[in-house]
Nanobody, 126 residues
């Protein structure tokens, strides 16, 4: 089993930065790829960034160049550094993990991930 707990959300002004964290505990099995997703009210869950077990990263076009996904060497904490935040980045942000390797073309698809955190809210005002 894998448990994921997000933290670091909050309310910021446009142009500011915020870093989200996702603490992962594994009681059985292993994890491979991890990712960050977000969901705004009335919208579908959107893949934001992913990182494979070999460190390969992938970003959605909407955040490329502004967000950075990373994890610690022990692979117990996942981070999302969010820079130059915009009001359209406002959403609930979720951490996700997969115990299996994910093809690059599926790395930002929600159904590629089995384990999910409860989410942390990010609100960006103009």
């Amino acid at each position: 089993q894998v448990q994921l707990v997000e933290s670091g959300g909050g309310s910021v002004q446009a142009g500011e930065s915020l870093t989200l964290s996702c603490a992962m505990s594994v009681t059985s099995g292993v994890t491979d790829s991890m990712g960050w997703f977000r969901q705004a009210p009335g919208k579908e869950r959107e893949g934001v960034a992913s990182i494979a077990d070999d460190g390969t990263t992938k970003y959605s076009d909407s955040v490329k160049g502004r967000f950075i996904i990373s994890r610690d060497n022990a692979k117990t904490t996942l981070y999302l550094q969010m820079n130059s935040l915009k009001p359209e980045d406002t959403a609930m942000y979720y951490c996700a993990a997969s115990s299996l390797a994910i093809y690059p073309w599926a790395a930002l698809k929600a159904n590629s991930y089995r384990y999910w955190g409860q989410g942390t809210q990010v609100t960006v005002s103009s």
